[in-house]
T-cell receptor, first 112, second 117 residues
Framework: LAKTTQPISMDSYEGQEVNITCSHN???????ITWYQQFPSQGPRFIIQ???TKVTNEVASLFIPADRKSSTLSLPRVSLSDTAVYYC?????????????FGKGTHLIIQP | GAVVSQHPSRVICKSGTSVKIECRSL??????MFWYRQFPKQSLMLMAT?????????EQGVEKDKFLINHASLTLSTLTVASAHPEDSSFYIC?????????????FGPGTRLTVL
């Protein structure tokens, strides 16, 4: 599975757009990019998954450049409840066929 | 849909006690379930892959005789921590992959916090 690098932590304010970038320089052709959110003492929650270009759902957008060596999770108009750890995972079929390898994640703190 | 539950949510026990944690997929069938462990301020670490009707596959460094996994049905996997010790105190999380779901999908349970005194 490709190794990922993310910021350890980020701070922002309510109502702002937050972009978290993940580097995955050795991503393989079959690899998907998946983002999870985890609140304290809870299991991770799937946010979004993509392979290339741009993916958008009701909670976030995922931007993937042509070389796929990085990706950016975009959270529009964040609120205090978006304070959580965000994990970027890269793997075959999003890693779903096998157990997932979680990196350290990005601790996002939203302030009023 | 796609809800995974765990029971209990929290358990406190004395050293030497065996503790069983259940992971259930409530509205889908899961041939494969996964067990993770998360220590405070650390990331999730995969412990083992649980396959319905067959033996679990353990990650390197995880003792299979210590962490007993049983996946007896398509909706239930259990993790038993045998003779738990304080160093086993952790947050245990399971996930389930729907048998007929979208490729790559996994759904996580809410976790079980184990504290061994």
């Amino acid at each position: 599975l490709a190794k990922t690098t993310q910021p350890i932590s980020m701070d922002s304010y309510e109502g702002q757009e937050v972009n978290i970038t993940c580097s995955h320089n050795n991503i393989a052709t079959n690899d998907y990019i998946t983002w999870y959110q985890q609140f304290p003492s809870q299991g991770p929650r799937f946010i979004i998954q993509g392979y290339k270009t741009k993916v958008t759902n009701e909670v976030a957008s995922l931007f993937i450049p042509a070389d796929r060596k990085s990706s950016t999770l975009s959270l529009p108009r964040v609120s205090l409840s978006d304070t959580a750890v965000y994990y970027c995972l890269v793997g075959d079929s999003g890693g779903g066929a096998d157990g997932l390898t979680f990196g350290k994640g990005t601790h996002l703190i939203i302030q009023p | 849909g796609a809800v995974v539950s765990q029971h209990p949510s929290r358990v406190i026990c004395k050293s030497g006690t065996s503790v069983k944690i259940e992971c259930r997929s409530l509205d889908f069938q899961a041939t494969t379930m996964f067990w993770y462990r998360q220590f405070p301020k650390q990331s999730l670490m995969l412990m083992a892959t649980s396959n319905e009707g067959s033996k679990a596959t353990y990650e390197q460094g995880v003792e299979k005789d210590k962490f007993l996994i049983n996946h007896a049905s398509l909706t239930l996997s259990t993790l038993t921590v045998a003779s738990a010790h304080p160093e086993d105190s952790s947050f245990y999380i399971c996930s389930a992959r729907p048998t007929s779901g979208v490729q790559g999908e996994q759904f996580f349970g809410p976790g079980t916090r184990l504290t061994v005194l």
